[in-house]
């Protein structure tokens, strides 16, 4: 008997170790198409790119782990999958058959359709070669424009500062980190990253690329051209759905699976950035992309292959690094009504922002407040009632605040 994972990163990882740990007995094979063995992807845009880190550094797993599990890897890429024949076909031509097939197929940079998107000197961040082709590019390179201002942007941004590159952030939205961050955590990182030297321009338009083999700049809608010797593209992620698709998986934004991971067939999971599922907490279908998302999803297909019952249940949360802040956000905040601060977003570099919404506390987003990000987690996802001019006095005690909403809950 055969688990065929597809996909070797967080979600592949996290799957293969979770069958060993569920019970599985049989042969489990992981087809990835990067050469290394899975690392940690968030690292990339920060001490990998930095050039603190190898690639060994970053693996999920040592090597020993997998031999010790008989967890077995292939570098291939995947083609197309024959569910009635119960078989995979590689970019090669070889078949691979399954028992059991894993999809943890991830999400690939969304590309910017302008002209000269495609010079030389043009990057997109995804995986580790990626990187390594920005750091080849930022040697002799002093002028970096960086096109989004969402995290993997602003990460990146930080990075390079302190590399000591000359930044330009472009974002056509009127606020960084708009899509997923109330205005006054957007007017802080904005504050943040110039004062770090970043020339952030929000509201903007681009017209072009320009260069000749190799990029020499980036041409405004107004006609204004940022000198640029390397651009950095960080506009958002595609979920890899088309080999599901193909095989006639149900797939919409990402490929569906039921709260045990399962997909449309019943002998295929699917987990991590390419798979969309409701999320318990907020009765929503969702995809997500994070890792703690992806290792969650990941438990559950596990335990679904080998006839366990697990569901996903988890609060998502997620976590920015950039310069010294440590941002981690706890739940979603999408159709928030009312934010509540705890500390002061616009001086110094640590606050709060609680998202609430008809009265009910519903996502956070805590900068270097860890204390702040486990009482958001605790409360959003067990529905407690917080009261709200507390919270907002950075003196009040959080254990009091809890002990309250626990004593209202019951
Ligand atoms: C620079 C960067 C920084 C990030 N920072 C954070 C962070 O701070 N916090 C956080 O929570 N998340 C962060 N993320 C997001 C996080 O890395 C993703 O949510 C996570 O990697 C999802 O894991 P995954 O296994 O689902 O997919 P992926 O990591 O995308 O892996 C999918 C793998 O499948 C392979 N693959 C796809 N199709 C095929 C095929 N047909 N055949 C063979 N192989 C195939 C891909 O090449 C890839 O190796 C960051 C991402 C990036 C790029």
């Not at 930095?50 to 031999?67: C, M, N, Q, S, V």
């Not at 609680?354 to 990000?373: R, S, T, W």
């Amino acid at each position: 008997m055969r688990v065929l994972i597809i996909g070797a990163s967080h979600a592949g990882a996290q799957l293969s170790a979770n069958l060993r740990q569920d019970g599985w007995t049989g042969e489990i094979l992981v087809i990835g198409d990067e050469p290394a063995l899975p690392y940690h992807r968030p690292p990339l845009s920060k001490t990998y790119l930095a050039g603190k880190t190898t690639i060994d550094d970053l693996l999920i797993r040592p090597a020993e782990f997998y031999a010790k599990n008989d967890i077995s890897f292939r570098v291939g890429r995947v083609a197309s999958i024959n569910r009635q024949a119960h078989s995979v076909t590689l970019s090669d031509g070889e078949e691979v058959s399954y028992d059991k097939l894993a999809l943890c197929l991830g999400a690939r940079p969304r590309r910017l359709p302008i002209a000269g998107a495609e010079l030389a000197g043009v990057h997109y961040l995804r995986d580790a070669a990626d990187i390594e082709a920005i750091r080849e590019g930022l040697a002799g390179a002093r002028r970096v424009v960086i096109i989004g201002a969402g995290y993997i942007g602003l990460e990146t941004a930080a990075s390079l500062r302190k590399l000591g590159v000359q930044v330009t952030v472009l974002e056509s939205a009127e606020r960084v980190l708009q899509r997923v961050t109330a205005p006054e955590v957007s007017t802080f990182y904005s504050r943040v990253h110039r004062e770090e030297g970043v020339d952030l321009r929000t509201g903007v338009s681009i017209s072009a690329i320009e260069g000749d083999e190799r990029v020499r700049g980036v041409r405004l809608a107004d006609g204004e051209v940022i000198d640029a010797d390397l651009v950095i593209i960080g506009i958002g992620v595609v979920p890899n759905t088309e080999l599901a698709e193909a095989a006639g998986l149900a797939v919409d934004n990402g490929i569906i699976i039921d709260a045990h991971g399962q997909t449309s067939d019943p002998d295929i999971v699917a987990a991590g950035d390419c798979a969309n599922h409701v999320v318990p907490r907020y009765d929503r279908q969702l995809r997500l992309e994070s890792v703690p998302s992806a290792g969650e999803q990941a438990k559950a297909a596990a335990a679904t292959i080998c006839n366990k019952a697990k569901a996903i249940t988890a609060l998502p949360w997620f976590w920015s690094d950039q310069y010294e802040l440590k941002l981690q956000i706890a739940g979603l905040n999408e159709g928030y009504d009312e934010v509540v601060l705890r500390g002061d977003p616009d001086s110094g570099r640590s606050f709060a922002c609680f998202y609430f919404k008809q009265g009910e506390m519903i996502a956070a987003d805590c900068v270097n407040h860890p204390k702040e990000f486990m009482f958001a987690r605790r409360v959003i996802g067990e529905r407690m009632p917080v009261d709200q001019s507390q919270l907002a006095d950075p003196e009040s005690s959080l254990s009091d605040l809890l002990k309250a909403a626990l004593s209202s809950k019951v």
